[in-house]
Structures are given as C-alpha cells and as structure tokens.
C-alpha cells in the first residue's frame, strides 16, 4: 500500500475538487519547489516537488478526468519532469503562466 503525503487528499478529497481547484494546488507545490530551488534549498525544493507529483498523480488517478484532459495531464506531468531534470534555476513561465491561470479561475 501506498503512504501519501497528502494523506487526506489522497483518501478522497481530492476527487471532491474541481478541475482547477485540482491544478491550482499543484501549482502551488510547483511555484514552491521552484522558489526554494532558486535560493539553493535543495532539500526544501525536492520535498515540494514531491508534494507536487503526488498532488498530479493524485489528479490523473481521478477518474473525472478522462479522454482529453487525462491527455493533457499526462503531458503536462511529462513537461513538468522535463523542466526539473532540466537542472535550471529560474521559474519555467510558461508552466508557471499555466498554473496560474487556474489558481484565478478556481477562485472566481
């Protein structure tokens, strides 16, 4: 069996949230392990990025999320991968745009 971070998230309240409510979450893990891994916390910026492949995991284990969007998150976990084994150090704005936008459309 499986230990999850997000232990309550992962025992069903994450399927209780919408689709940007879902991605808004990650992008908060994502902004965090990107910010602690610019100041040089490696540590601190691993332990976020790990919260941050639960929370997409958890997300496309969500059955809701099927045919085209399930596309998208794969893809998407694939191009968040790519950038962390990247090794750079500045904030990818075009993942961090993407985030963003539905942090504002989870709170509308």
Same mark, same amino acid.
């Given at each position: 069996?499986?230990? %999850?971070?997000? $232990?309550?998230?992962?025992?069903?309240?994450? $399927?209780?949230?919408?689709?940007?409510? $879902?991605?808004?979450?990650?992008?908060?893990? %994502?902004?965090?392990?990107?910010?602690?891994?610019?100041?040089?916390? $490696?540590?601190?910026?691993?332990?976020? =990025?790990?919260?941050?492949?639960?929370?997409? !995991?958890?997300?496309?284990? !969500?059955?809701?999320?099927?045919?085209?969007?399930?596309?998208?998150?794969?893809?998407?976990?694939?191009?968040?991968?790519?950038?962390?084994? =990247?090794?750079?150090?500045?904030?990818?704005? !075009?993942?961090?745009?993407? %985030?963003?936008?539905?942090?504002?459309?989870?709170?509308?």
């Amino acid at each position: 069996m499986t230990e %999850f971070i997000h $232990q309550n998230l992962a025992n069903g309240r994450w $399927q209780t949230m919408t689709l940007a409510e $879902q991605l808004a979450n990650v992008g908060s893990e %994502f902004e965090r392990a990107w910010s602690w891994r610019t100041r040089g916390e $490696q540590t601190l910026s691993a332990n976020a =990025n790990e919260r941050m492949l639960e929370l997409m !995991d958890l997300t496309i284990g !969500d059955p809701r999320w099927r045919g085209a969007k399930l596309r998208e998150l794969t893809r998407l976990r694939e191009e968040v991968c790519a950038e962390w084994l =990247n090794g750079a150090n500045t904030v990818p704005k !075009d993942l961090s745009n993407y %985030f963003l936008a539905f942090a504002v459309a989870a709170r509308a």
